[in-house]
């Protein structure tokens, strides 16, 4: 299991002129991305990219990273990621699915898999509406067995509540699945991150 809990970050006080910012040095340790990176810094991926003249998004293991992080989003490391606006539609489908996948996870694991659901929505490479990230095709066991259409309780409801606010237990996880029943062999492949009750997180 490759566990990503040791992060180098030195804050460094930097104000151009007209703008209040700062700047942070970020060691790349092994299994990170450009994408992991900018949801923990929670900035844009193309700035990084631009700060460091990087001519890709391909970074190596002790490559050191300038993140430029304004005050905002420097406070925003604290809390969490970014607020969200959802329709009570799309918070109904997500509660619905936390409760389809992880009712017998404890409430931080709810959350976490709330928080999955909205980082596959802040990501290229999954669609980008709620609705098109919970029924892509073969995304979610829920909604293969049916279990997505039974009625959320009420810490399913809470923990949608919490990743909406910007809780994100898992540190921008893209994936996770059960140890004990996963079958695929291609989701092994992807780098662990945390573990959550019953459920390992990975990008």
């Known amino acids: 299991m490759l566990l990503l809990?040791?992060?180098?970050?030195?804050?460094i006080a930097l104000k151009p002129a007209g703008a209040e910012a700062a700047t942070t040095r970020y060691t790349v340790q092994r299994g990170d991305s450009i994408f992991f990176i900018s949801q923990r810094f929670n900035v844009k991926?193309?700035?990084?990219?631009?700060?460091?003249?990087?001519?890709?998004?391909?970074?190596?293991?002790?490559?050191?990273?300038?993140?430029?992080?304004?005050?905002?989003?420097?406070?925003?490391?604290v809390s969490g990621r970014s607020r969200y606006t959802?329709?009570?539609?799309?918070?109904?489908?997500?509660?619905?699915?936390?409760?389809?996948?992880?009712?017998?996870?404890?409430?931080?694991g709810q959350v976490?898999?709330?928080a999955v659901i909205l980082n596959r929505l802040e990501n290229p490479d999954f669609p980008d509406t709620i609705q098109g990230v919970l029924f892509q095709p073969g995304a979610f066991t829920a909604v293969q067995d049916g279990q997505f259409y039974l009625e959320p309780d009420a810490t399913a409801w809470r923990a949608v509540e919490e990743a909406l606010a910007g809780r994100d237990?898992?540190?921008?996880?893209?994936?996770?699945?059960?140890?004990?029943?996963?079958?695929?062999?291609?989701?092994?492949?992807?780098p662990i991150i945390k573990r959550i009750g019953n459920h390992v997180f990975a990008i």
Request: proline share 6%.
């Open 86 to 108: 959802v329709s009570e539609q799309d918070k109904r489908y997500m509660a619905q699915m936390v409760y389809g996948e992880a009712r017998g996870e404890s409430f931080e």
């Open 169 to 190: 237990p898992t540190g921008g996880a893209l994936y996770y699945w059960n140890p004990a029943k996963a079958t695929s062999r291609w989701i092994w492949t992807r």
């Open 112 to 114: 976490a898999v709330a």
């Open 5 to 11: 809990g040791t992060v180098l970050v030195c804050l």
């Open 45 to 77: 991926q193309q700035d990084i990219i631009n700060y460091n003249g990087l001519k890709s998004t391909v970074i190596y293991p002790g490559q050191v990273l300038i993140i430029p992080v304004p005050d905002t989003a420097s406070r925003s490391l």
